[in-house]
């Protein structure tokens, strides 16, 4: 019986989009779901020569802006009457979305297949791709959805 819905998200249109596929099935499931946010080390992006003395102060701001997020998704596409719990994290997310599956006893996660794309998603793959071979339980992922001018 699927008790527990992990949510990890990025805030991206395809994560909103997993979400929304989440809360749906969750509407059959009446499980709890954890929106699950990671916030990436900052010393990742060294290529913008950014200076030591500024990284506790933008990161600080990367958290603020991650939590009000949240809280907007919760007030606006978490039903009230849902059980859903939010979490930011520090870390590499596919790591962090595997341990926190782990730790919480997760019995689903659902998460969004975009990404990385080209020389990227060669070189690194993508965290979707890493949380289904490392999962400790299943993982439903969501594609895009696609609007009638796209191809598939």
């Not at 249109?13 to 900052?42: C, F, G, P, W």
């Not at 730790?103 to 965290?127: P, Q």
Request: net charge negative.
């Amino acid at each position: 019986m699927i008790k527990k819905i992990l949510i990890p998200t990025d805030f991206s249109t395809s994560a909103m989009h997993a979400l929304s596929y989440a809360i749906e099935l969750n509407k059959v499931l009446n499980a709890r779901l954890y929106l699950l946010h990671i916030l990436q080390d900052i010393t990742d992006y060294s290529e913008f020569n950014l200076s030591p003395s500024i990284l506790p102060q933008l990161y600080a701001e990367f958290e603020q802006n991650a939590t009000r997020r949240l809280e907007e998704i919760m007030g606006s596409k978490v039903p009230a009457d849902t059980a859903c719990d939010t979490y930011i994290l520090h870390g590499i997310p596919f790591v962090e979305i595997i341990q926190f599956a782990k730790d919480e006893n997760i019995d689903l996660i659902v998460i969004a297949s975009h990404g990385r794309t080209g020389l990227k998603h060669v070189l690194f793959g993508s965290t979707a791709e890493k949380v289904v071979k490392k999962s400790p339980c299943p993982v439903l992922t969501i594609g895009s959805q696609v609007t009638g001018s796209e191809s598939i």
